[in-house]
């Protein structure tokens, strides 16, 4: 084995064998495990639960996941925080648009939020199904 992987922990060696220099930190990492991609989907599609009307399941359904799978598959534990910044992040933002309800403006905002968070946790569960690392844009990263 190449003495520079010696030196790597275990969560930042290669994922995909071929790739000589991914790393964990790699956005263009492919994750090769399929346990993994699948995990990590459900992850990010566990917070459509909230859509259904269950409350706070935006948030409750992929922190339940990643606390049960994230010693399993560093893949899924990123993925996992990644899920759970953006969701308490689009919480946030909703509470914010709903106090601006008050001012009409709010009302528009709150569909807006709505919208883009149901958009984005399909584009996210999309990429982890394909063993790709994404990052939700407008996430306040709470979970490091």
């Known amino acids: 084995m190449d003495e520079k992987m010696d030196e790597i922990l275990p969560q930042e060696r290669e994922i995909t064998p071929?790739?000589?220099?991914?790393?964990f930190g790699d956005s263009t990492m492919i994750e090769a495990n399929k346990d993994a991609r699948t995990w990590a989907t459900v992850c990010h599609l566990s917070a459509l639960s909230a859509f259904v009307g269950i409350?706070?399941?935006n948030i409750?359904?992929?922190?339940v996941v990643w606390l049960v799978k994230r010693n399993d598959h560093p893949f899924v534990d990123d993925q996992g925080k990644e899920?759970?910044?953006?969701?308490?992040s689009m919480t946030?933002?909703?509470i914010v648009a709903g106090i601006?309800?008050?001012l009409l403006v709010g009302i528009a905002l709150l569909a807006l939020v709505a919208i883009a968070?149901?958009?984005l946790v399909i584009v996210a569960s999309m990429k982890a199904n394909d063993g790709?690392?994404?990052?939700?844009p407008f996430t306040i990263r709470l979970i490091q």
């Open 60 to 63: 409750l359904g992929p922190l």
């Open 92 to 94: 946030i933002y909703g």
């Open 117 to 119: 968070d149901f958009i």
């Open 100 to 102: 601006l309800v008050v």
């Open 132 to 136: 790709e690392r994404y990052r939700y």
């Open 18 to 23: 071929g790739k000589e220099n991914a790393r």
């Open 83 to 88: 899920a759970l910044n953006f969701q308490i």
């Open 55 to 57: 409350p706070l399941g």
